[in-house]
């Protein structure tokens, strides 16, 4: 079977910065694979255009500007919040909030979403809100490993890509993905 719209993909693949001799960002393996419903906009679609016609035992290697990929850093992302949402029972807590450190966010729907502490002022605290990769040029080699129909049991809950991401994604995990 052939990766097509409404296919599930098992596949692994090595994602590297700029080039295929780029820093590695990130690697899924034989024994950890990468499984996604493909062609229901989960995947980057430019990453879907390269895969789309695969079959089990191809192996991929291609490249997607900043804006095929994440997008482009936004200076408008990069905002300053009030410090006081990181006190705790009215201490600040450096635990959470330290430059470098990703934090949860949440929004008015109750959704959430990262934020990269950036700088820690006196009163405020500056966040990157773009996504991590936003402005990087990416190269992914892989291998797809396996294609089959969806079923039902497909849609059965969980966040995709065959693991949780964090406690609320899949509430630990009733979205069926063993953790």
């Known amino acids: 079977m052939k990766v097509a719209k ?31 419903i493909f062609g229901q906009g989960m995947l980057l679609p430019k990453f879907e255009e390269n895969l789309d016609g695969l079959e089990p035992g191809a192996t991929f ?5 900043p804006q095929e990929g994440y997008g482009e850093h936004k200076a408008e992302n990069v905002l300053d919040v009030n410090k006081d949402i990181f006190v705790q029972d009215g201490v600040f807590n450096e635990t959470i909030c330290k430059v470098g450190a990703q934090v949860w966010f949440t929004d008015n729907n109750n959704q959430p979403f990262p934020g990269k502490i950036l700088e820690i002022g006196e009163t405020t605290v500056k966040v990157d809100f773009n996504p991590e990769l936003a402005g990087v040029p990416l190269y992914f080699t892989g291998e797809i490993l396996d294609v ?13 890509g065959g693991h949780c991401h964090n406690q609320s994604c899949c509430d630990s995990c009733g979205g069926g993905c063993g953790e």
């Not at 098992?10 to 996604?36: C, N, S, W």
């Open 6 to 36: 409404n296919t599930v993909v098992t596949m692994t693949y090595v994602l590297h910065r700029e080039t295929a001799d780029g820093e590695v960002i990130q690697e899924t393996t034989k024994e950890q694979p990468f499984q996604a």
């Open 61 to 65: 290697g291609f490249a997607l500007t």
């Open 148 to 160: 089959r129909e969806l079923t039902e049991a497909d849609f059965g809950g969980g966040c995709g």
